[in-house]
């Protein structure tokens, strides 16, 4: 089942932390109390592949600090429903009661997400004019517009900036191709559509060092 | 059997199809007609243009590329009634569609985008033209562009007729082309005709001319 999630085909070592994290939130999940609030969950849980504070560290996991409450709670409805096909996400979603939702989105909405450095800074600075101009020609709007200059989102927009490249990328990829399908309005399998790969990869270079408090 | 339905339906629709009158450019109808009555509200315009902000700023101002326009100022019924024509393929815009479709937007909140866009003070970093057409394009447009666009490039909301100063002089331009070879079904045959005789220098020199309106204005 997990094979078919394209960002671990690639190496045996992330898969078989996924298996960890899987195993470890097989265990969690196996002793549901009635009363797990928020924290209990997140730091069982979640925590396994997201961090207790949200900010994961590992690069195909995004970090869910920080991140729009609503947001959020969008996500998990939406792997829940299906509408977001995610085959770790899916089980991990299926055990929670939608009253978490919100109580989840809550507590990561309040932590602070740690950004990462910058690898190469040609490619970032690349992608820095991506972000702050999009590309005129294709028609990809600059991502300013929506996710705010330090990237920090806005309203239904998440927050992006400090974010994983991996990650990033991925989703990226993933809305171009339209395996991801669950934004809102269709905005951003138009935009990644319009973007070539040199452009994904430097904006999500550019995304990753951005500070956006 | 598939076949002969449709032939059915071209044959029932045949008459109609021959003596359809074309409907004027400016016909008040369909979500214009929804969005002119709708009392816009800028706050929620504001939110709304949240998606529209990538391309055309935040300030409205567009590019001085002119990949852009610059929407800051304009009409409301200007406004109102080209993304109404976007929307419906009047105008064709494969660009901004997908932004604008009815499935990002209601007719009411194109009327909140028109009322919050014409709220906001008209940019003043405009892509101008080279300046040597000047002389030529003022002959031209005091000629045959005054007239609906006004001595300073100011427009008419009541009649639809687009603010044309401080635009960016490579949108003007590229718009006018459009118009004058008829790649803009929405215009005005008013001016397609008008403009129609216009050579390519004579259309760079009456964008020139306009592009320089916006430094006298304010």
Known sequence: ?213 | MKKLLTLLIMLTLWPALGSAQVAPWNEIKGELKIALETKGDAVRGEAAFESCQGCHRKDASGRVSGAYPRLSGQHATVLMKQIADIRSGQRSNPKMEPFIGDHVLTPYEIADIAIYLNGLPISTTIGKGPGTGVAKGKQLYEKDCAVCHGAMGEGNAAKFFPMVASQHYRYLLREVQFIRDGDRRNSNPDMVSVIKPYTSSDLEAVADYISQLASSQK
Not at chain 1, 27 to 56: R, W
Not at chain 1, 75 to 92: C, E, H, N, T, Y
Not at chain 1, 188 to 196: E, L, Y
């Open chain 1, 1 to 213: 089942m997990i094979h078919k999630d394209k960002h671990l085909k690639s190496t045996t070592g992330p898969r078989a932390l996924v298996m960890a994290a899987l195993l470890t939130l097989g265990c969690a999940l196996a002793s549901p109390s009635a009363a797990q609030d928020a924290k209990t969950i997140a730091t069982t849980v979640c925590s396994a592949c997201h961090g207790e504070d949200g900010n994961s560290v590992v690069p195909m996991f995004p970090k869910i600090a920080g991140l729009q409450e609503g947001y959020i709670v969008k996500q998990l409805r939406d792997f829940q429903s299906g509408r977001r096909k995610s085959d770790i996400m899916a089980p991990v979603v299926a055990a929670l009661k939608p009253e978490d939702f919100l109580s989840l989105a809550t507590y990561f909405s309040g932590k602070k997400l740690n950004p990462g450095a910058v690898d190469d800074k040609k490619v970032a600075d690349f992608g820095k004019m991506v972000y702050f101009d999009g590309n005129e020609e294709t028609g990809v709007p600059a991502c300013i517009g929506c996710h705010q200059p330090q990237g920090a989102g806005h309203l239904i927009y998440p927050r992006i900036g400090g974010q994983h490249v991996q990650y990033v990328t991925q989703q990226l990829k993933n809305f171009a191709s339209a395996d991801r399908s669950n934004d809102v309005s269709r905005f951003m399998r138009v935009v990644a559509k319009r973007m070539s790969e040199e452009e994904i990869d430097s904006v999500a270079a550019y995304l990753a060092s951005l500070d956006s408090k």
